[in-house]
């Protein structure tokens, strides 16, 4: 009878060991699928080329695959997603964390949730209908479409983590830290971004590093908006490609190297992503133990 | 009493702070606003109750509103099971501290990887075996949904009281007996949470399914829809707007969209209030 029942919890212990081993196996095969089908196209065009040349032209009679346009388009991209969403999205935080009268804090937070859950084509069809037309107009230049409309939208896409987190952030700082600086004379706003904001800074450095994630990791708002053409970034208005959307809008007619080399994009962008992860978990675990 | 170069501070971080949140505020309600006013005058009877048809030139999206719901539910039936368990292991079962600790980087990673790269590596893993079918989307959403299901159920569980375990154990039951009587009914609240938010992103996914279940309009049973290609509603928004050029469907299902996302953001704030009142008693 005893050793019946070890037999069936083992059994179940067994099972459970297996479901909890899921997330890890789902992580190795996704790394593995990419790196088996990334590596061909990196080892014929080779790693330097592939990475820093600075022409793509998949479909041409002599077919180049360079993909530091995308990377540098990526980078340029979040890094003006970052410049234009950080502020803002810290800023609100602040106000919602510690100045908002308990009604507008519940209202805002309300809206910043449902700015979350908008799905990203949706993002992508008002930036096509609302921004680059109106980046068209204020700059009269021929097409709005390009990397300052994908910056714009990115911006707007990244905001809600960013607010997110940083609240979270700002309001684990102990309130004692506060009335200590208020008891010594400051001002609350004073407070708030002298001794709160320090405090709370990994926390907010983890809310920035997610949003670099999110940025670099768009792919169908984008796709909509940035123009889709592989130039160079060289200017704000030029028609641009991400590394994701390099991805996808090959994808589907796509064969041979030129299918290979789409895979190798993505393991240079799950390169980034991992790298991303890192720094998240680091910055994570600085919020943890002060 | 405030030296004027504190007064500039003070009004400047003041200003910033009342802008940005103003911009905030003033960001979402445009776009809640604008995608409704555009939307909603093209949702009609004839647009969610018909299925397009190159002949008459009609342009309906019932075939996307179900192909959502199979995928919806198709992943959720899978993930449950998966992310509970999952999550029951870490909880419940998991001795060895490195190994949980593997496992919730593991989810973290999950959770950090871009929809296009599950598209891609749903396309290689699934697509391949199965054909691009809403199944092979299903399962590429089953990945990305894992970690939120196994997340929000360990935090509930996180919340049973060790005691109800002891309580159990010093009464004789064993260890599956006290997971199936008292630790599963307690994380119902987090299980709940967890499916909220995934079916909010699986509603929302557009790149992951565009290459694993692709993008056909067909009007199919569960079943049959599982096993053949389909669009879901994002995917269907995409195409018209950026390949077709119909931008007053792809506004009306932007609206069908917003309100799905409004509807979920109020179920997942009742469900947290409901079980907060239900525990604090």
Same mark, same amino acid.
């Given at each position: 009878?005893?050793?019946?029942?070890?037999?069936?919890?083992?059994?179940?212990?067994?099972?459970?060991?297996?479901?909890?081993?899921?997330?890890?196996?789902?992580?190795?095969?996704?790394?593995?699928?990419?790196?088996? !089908?990334?590596?061909?196209?990196?080892?014929?065009?080779?790693?330097?080329?592939?990475?820093?040349?600075?022409?793509?032209?998949?479909?041409?009679?002599?077919?180049?695959?360079?993909?530091?346009?995308?990377?540098?388009?990526?980078?340029?991209?979040?890094?003006?997603?970052?410049?234009?969403?950080?502020?803002?999205?810290?800023?609100?935080?602040?106000?919602?964390?510690?100045?908002?009268?308990?009604?507008?804090?519940?209202?805002?937070?309300?809206?910043?949730?449902?700015?979350?859950?908008?799905?990203?084509?949706?993002?992508?069809?008002?930036?096509?209908?609302?921004?680059?037309?109106?980046?068209?107009?204020?700059?009269?230049?021929?097409?709005?479409?390009?990397?300052?409309?994908?910056?714009?939208?990115?911006?707007?896409?990244?905001?809600?983590?960013?607010?997110?987190?940083?609240?979270?952030?700002?309001?684990?700082?102990?309130?004692?830290?506060?009335?200590?600086?208020?008891?010594?004379?400051?001002?609350?706003?004073?407070?708030?971004?002298?001794?709160?904001?320090?405090?709370?800074?990994?926390?907010?450095?983890?809310?920035?590093?997610?949003?670099?994630?999110?940025?670099?990791?768009?792919?169908?708002?984008?796709?909509?908006?940035?123009?889709?053409?592989?130039?160079?970034?060289?200017?704000?208005?030029?028609?641009?490609?991400?590394?994701?959307?390099?991805?996808?809008?090959?994808?589907?007619? !796509?064969?041979?190297?030129?299918?290979?080399?789409?895979?190798?994009?993505?393991?240079?962008?799950?390169?980034?992503?991992?790298?991303?992860?890192?720094?998240?978990?680091?910055?994570?675990?600085?919020?943890?133990?002060? | 009493?405030?030296?004027?170069?504190?007064?500039?501070?003070?009004?400047? *971080?003041?200003?910033?702070?009342?802008?940005?949140?103003?911009?905030?505020?003033?960001?979402?309600?445009?776009?809640?606003?604008?995608?409704?006013?555009?939307?909603?005058?093209?949702?009609?009877?004839? &647009?969610?109750?018909?299925?397009?048809?190159?002949?008459?030139?009609?342009?309906?999206?019932?075939?996307?509103?179900?192909?959502?719901?199979?995928?919806?539910?198709?992943?959720?039936?899978?993930?449950?099971?998966?992310?509970?368990?999952?999550?029951?292991?870490?909880?419940?079962?998991?001795?060895?501290?490195?190994?949980?600790?593997?496992?919730?980087?593991?989810?973290?990673?999950?959770?950090?990887?871009?929809?296009?790269?599950?598209?891609?590596?749903?396309?290689?893993?699934?697509?391949?075996?199965?054909?691009?079918?809403?199944?092979?989307?299903?399962?590429?959403?089953?990945?990305?949904?894992?970690?939120?299901?196994?997340?929000?159920?360990?935090?509930?569980?996180?919340?049973?009281?060790?005691?109800?375990?002891?309580?159990?154990?010093?009464?004789?039951?064993?260890?599956?007996?006290?997971?199936?009587? *008292?630790?599963?009914?307690?994380?119902?609240?987090?299980?709940?949470?967890?499916?909220?938010?995934?079916?909010?992103?699986?509603?929302?996914?557009?790149?992951? &399914?565009?290459?694993?279940?692709?993008?056909?309009?067909? &009007?199919?049973?569960?079943?049959?829809?599982?096993?053949?290609?389909?669009?879901?509603?994002?995917?269907?928004?995409?195409?018209?707007?950026?390949?077709?050029?119909?931008?007053? *469907?792809?506004?009306?299902?932007?609206?069908?969209?917003?309100?799905?996302? &409004?509807?979920?953001?109020?179920?997942?704030?009742?469900?947290?209030?409901?079980?907060?009142?239900?525990?604090?008693?």
């Amino acid at each position: 009878m005893k050793s019946k029942t070890n037999l069936f919890e083992t059994i179940v212990h067994g099972i459970f060991l297996v479901l909890g081993l899921i997330t890890v196996g789902c992580v190795l095969l996704i790394t593995i699928y990419l790196i088996i !089908s990334g590596i061909p196209a990196i080892r014929e065009i080779g790693l330097l080329d592939f990475l820093f040349g600075d022409t793509w032209a998949s479909t041409a009679a002599q077919p180049q695959y360079g993909i530091l346009p995308f990377i540098l388009t990526s980078i340029y991209g979040t890094a003006g997603a970052i410049l234009l969403g950080v502020p803002v999205g810290f800023l609100t935080a602040m106000y919602l964390a510690k100045m908002a009268p308990k009604r507008a804090k519940s209202v805002m937070e309300q809206a910043v949730s449902l700015l979350a859950g908008i799905p990203s084509v949706v993002y992508g069809l008002v930036g096509m209908m609302v921004l680059v037309p109106g980046i068209r107009s204020l700059f009269h230049i021929p097409d709005g479409a390009g990397l300052l409309a994908a910056i714009v939208v990115l911006a707007v896409m990244i905001l809600p983590s960013i607010i997110k987190m940083s609240i979270t952030a700002l309001e684990a700082v102990p309130k004692e830290y506060e009335d200590a600086s208020l008891a010594l004379g400051a001002t609350p706003e004073e407070t708030y971004f002298r001794v709160s904001a320090p405090a709370a800074k990994s926390g907010i450095a983890a809310a920035v590093v997610l949003g670099v994630g999110r940025a670099i990791g768009e792919a169908m708002a984008v796709m909509m908006v940035a123009g889709n053409a592989a130039n160079m970034p060289d200017s704000l208005f030029q028609s641009v490609r991400f590394l994701t959307t390099a991805v996808a809008s090959e994808m589907s007619y !796509s064969s041979g190297l030129q299918r290979q080399a789409l895979f190798s994009i993505a393991l240079v962008l799950f390169l980034f992503i991992m790298l991303i992860n890192a720094a998240l978990n680091f910055f994570l675990k600085g919020e943890k133990k002060p | 009493m405030i030296s004027n170069r504190r007064r500039l501070f003070l009004w400047t *971080v003041r200003g910033g702070m009342y802008l940005a949140a103003a911009l905030t505020g003033i960001l979402t309600l445009f776009l809640v606003g604008y995608v409704m006013a555009k939307g909603i005058p093209n949702i009609t009877w004839q &647009l969610i109750s018909t299925k397009p048809s190159y002949l008459s030139g009609n342009i309906g999206i019932l075939p996307d509103i179900l192909n959502t719901l199979y995928v919806v539910i198709a992943s959720l039936a899978i993930v449950l099971p998966l992310g509970v368990g999952a999550a029951v292991y870490l909880t419940e079962y998991a001795s060895s501290k490195r190994l949980v600790g593997v496992i919730e980087y593991a989810a973290e990673a999950l959770s950090g990887i871009p929809s296009i790269i599950y598209g891609l590596v749903g396309m290689l893993m699934f697509s391949n075996n199965f054909g691009t079918c809403l199944l092979s989307g299903a399962l590429t959403l089953v990945i990305m949904n894992l970690p939120t299901i196994m997340r929000n159920t360990q935090e509930s569980l996180k919340t049973v009281p060790q005691a109800y375990r002891e309580g159990a154990f010093g009464l004789g039951a064993g260890k599956w007996r006290v997971v199936r009587t *008292v630790v599963l009914p307690g994380c119902i609240d987090g299980v709940l949470t967890g499916c909220i938010l995934s079916v909010g992103r699986i509603l929302g996914e557009s790149a992951a &399914l565009l290459f694993t279940a692709g993008f056909a309009h067909a &009007l199919n049973g569960f079943w049959d829809g599982l096993s053949s290609a389909g669009a879901t509603l994002t995917v269907a928004l995409y195409v018209y707007a950026k390949e077709q050029g119909e931008f007053g *469907v792809a506004f009306a299902i932007a609206a069908i969209l917003m309100v799905l996302s &409004l509807l979920i953001n109020l179920a997942a704030v009742l469900v947290t209030k409901y079980f907060q009142r239900r525990n604090a008693v």
